[in-house]
């Protein structure tokens, strides 16, 4: 291994020290060891990034809210769960809420959700049979999963020692050893990885589910997080056994059409290509990503930077809906891909999912959820939707288990992963900040020195993002600063000195001395922009923000009591406008745009930190039809007799701020 590697892989080792939350490892568990590619970002260790501003009151709402209490409210995590020896759930849920539960806590070093992550996290270890196996199984004619949702029946016998709900608890322990530096997950993992060895020839992934056959990717990625941290080398032979049972995600980006795929599935397994990359070396699988990712947006993109999929694929129709798994596990999938490939439009990609997609699919105070959320949204009722897959039309109530429980266990890993992945080190000695977001980071470079810097910005609202060193004596290392490919004209200053305007789309590596007081002024510029979706609709976008007409609305309790009820949300004022033809061409100057500042949480309808005004006028034949809006009227749509509102002053707020919202809005004469 480079000496580079050896200093960055320094710098990991002992960050949690640092902060109290671990124990410095001679362990390599980060960078790649040969014959692994060297990456040019290296993930740090949870609890190393702490958020600031709005992204900790962000966490601080999950800490209150589901993530921190799913256990005391919801059957499926509580104490008769499989996972901590109880004769109930015992698949998948259990691991999907420890997957954001962990990092939770250990980010905000929570002494009460660290004592129930240890709970789950001592039952698992202690799980393990002497041949390496591990977790819950099922006696034979008991009922095994959900018990209230029959068709799990159907099946419950066959999930013995299913594969699948172990790669996600495979993920925890990674999470939770980085963050304890507890050893013996490390011996747990080879055990399992050799009885995983042993066995998969002759069970390989889909001998109980389908699932682990075609989410294969996550079990890779955690065989070479631990070859990393071991150097065994029947890891890298595992590896390849589980990317050949896998289904050839790879086969499917290259040369087929994305129709009927599921789209938790699509989620995870777009990164499945570029993981084996790191071991095969083969450009290829590269390549093979990034075009399935520009297929999916082709045929089944939708603006919040998600491909429709409720639950297959489904088109880009604004009335087809997006399940809430597929946008963490999306998130998670995006975050891999950019510190392994360094490409800066995962960044991209990555940011207009979680500022947009995430916040507008959980309740403001994080006590109820959407199984599915749409560009067009209307109203959110138990009427009738255009969705491939229905659950008795509960999938747009907010509720702790409407529409699939799935989501319930699975939303809460998207806003601590992406903590954990706002800063990196890097293979050149140095450290990343490659997605924005207000955090503190501490680090050592240069032989042990220590350095913290603080990132104060209301960025995605804010143009303006400041790094300061708040420790650190006279030391050299690079700094890497993403530029978004939407800007053409950012500018970093450097103690009003230095000056740099790097292109958009790039990452600016700034490799010199710094110092404690140093500061870094950076300045993304945004506009206004303007782009053609559904029926030559339009949306409208500014800076990684999406827009939508803001719809007041009105939330109605229909079941349940206490903080964790059924929600229907219903509409107070009128949607059916278009922007006026006028406005659409005139671009920025058709568009005003108010910041009011960031205040607390700013992902809703009233602490929107931005109203960008318009005109428009409402098109009369434009109606409700169930629970969604008619066709989308092509345009530019001519006025005419039904066509009887006058010239309007229109709102639009960020997407991720709405609960009724139409994105994708009609252009009108």
Not at 19 to 32: D, E
Not at 565 to 589: P, R
Not at 604 to 612: G, L, N, R
Not at 654 to 663: A, H, K
Request: charged content about 25%; hydrophobic content about 35%; glycine content about 8%.
């Amino acid at each position: 291994m480079n000496v580079g590697i050896k200093k960055a892989i320094s710098i990991c080792l002992v960050l949690n020290l640092i902060l109290g939350v671990g124990k410095a490892r001679n362990v390599n568990y980060t960078s790649n060891r040969e014959p692994l590619i060297e990456t040019p970002y290296i993930e740090l260790p949870v609890g190393v990034i702490k958020p600031k501003g709005w992204l900790k009151v962000q966490l601080e709402l999950a800490r209150d809210g589901l993530t921190g209490h799913l256990d005391e409210v919801w059957r499926d995590v509580g104490p008769t769960n499989g996972w901590l020896g109880g004769d109930e759930e015992g698949w998948e849920r259990g691991p999907y809420w420890l997957d954001g539960l962990v990092p939770l806590a250990y980010i905000l070093n929570d002494e009460k959700l660290i004592a129930k992550v240890k709970r789950w996290i001592e039952w698992t270890l202690n799980s393990q049979r002497e041949d390496g196996f591990f977790g819950p199984v099922p006696v034979e004619g008991k009922e095994y999963g959900n018990s209230r949702r029959g068709w799990r029946l159907t099946w419950q016998n066959k999930v013995k020692e299913d594969w699948w709900p172990r790669m996600v608890m495979l993920k925890v322990l990674k999470q939770y050893y980085e963050a304890t530096g507890d050893e013996r997950v490390i011996d747990f993992m080879l055990k399992y990885f050799r009885y995983q060895y042993e066995n998969l020839p002759e069970k390989p992934l889909d001998y109980w589910t389908h699932w682990a056959k075609s989410r294969g990717g996550e079990n890779l990625l955690i065989v070479y997080w631990l070859y990393n941290v071991t150097g065994e080398k029947f890891l890298l032979d595992l590896g390849e056994m589980v990317f050949n049972m896998t289904l050839d995600w790879t086969k499917r980006f290259e040369s087929e059409y994305p129709e009927s795929w599921h789209g938790v599935n699509t989620a995870m397994g777009i990164k499945q290509p570029i993981v084996w990359y790191q071991y095969s070396k083969d450009e290829r699988y590269v390549k093979a990503v990034e075009e399935g990712i520009r297929k999916l947006m082709k045929y089944h993109g939708q603006p919040e930077g998600l491909f429709s999929g409720d639950e297959m694929l489904h088109g880009k129709d604004p009335t087809h809906g997006t399940e809430l798994c597929t946008v963490v596990e999306y998130m998670f999938s995006l975050e891999t891909l950019f510190w392994i490939t360094g490409n800066p439009i995962f960044g991209d990609y990555l940011e207009k999912v979680a500022f947009n997609a995430l916040p507008a699919q959980i309740k403001d105070d994080y006590t109820a959820r959407q199984y599915y959320q749409m560009p067009n949204q209307i109203s959110c009722t138990k009427e009738w939707h255009n969705f491939n897959t229905k659950h008795d039309e509960t999938e747009l109530l907010f509720g702790l288990e409407t529409g699939y429980g799935c989501c319930t266990a699975n939303m809460h890993q998207g806003w601590p992963k992406f903590v954990s992945h706002l800063w990196y080190a890097t293979s050149d000695n140095g450290l990343a900040a490659l997605v924005y977001a207000p955090s503190i980071v501490r680090a050592l470079v240069e032989n042990g020195k220590e350095i913290e810097i603080v990132e104060e910005t209301d960025y995605p609202f804010s143009e303006e993002i400041v790094l300061e060193f708040k420790k650190g004596e006279k030391v050299s290392f690079p700094l890497h600063l993403r530029i978004p490919g939407w800007c053409e004209s950012s500018e970093v200053k450097i103690n009003d000195e230095e000056v740099y305007r790097p292109e958009a789309g790039t990452v600016l590596k700034i490799d010199r001395v710094w110092k404690r007081g140093d500061r870094v002024d950076i300045k993304f510029p945004m506009s206004v922009e303007v782009s053609r979706w559904f029926e030559y609709s339009v949306v409208v976008e500014r800076g990684p923000l999406v827009y939508s007409l803001k719809i007041k609305d009105k939330w109605v309790k229909i079941e349940g009591e206490g903080p964790y009820a059924t929600w229907e949300v219903l509409s107070k004022s009128e949607w059916n406008y278009g922007i006026l033809k006028e406005c659409v061409e005139k671009k920025e100057d058709g568009f005003e745009v108010e910041y009011k500042g960031v205040r607390g949480y700013p992902f809703s309808p009233d602490s929107s930190p931005i109203v960008i005004k318009t005109r428009g006028r409402r098109i009369g034949e434009w109606m409700k039809y169930g629970g969604i809006h008619g066709p989308l009227p092509f345009g530019p749509w001519w006025s005419g007799i039904l066509m009887d509102g006058p010239v309007e002053e229109v709102e639009l707020i960020p997407y991720g701020c709405t609960n009724l919202r139409i994105t994708e809005i009609p252009v009108v004469r």
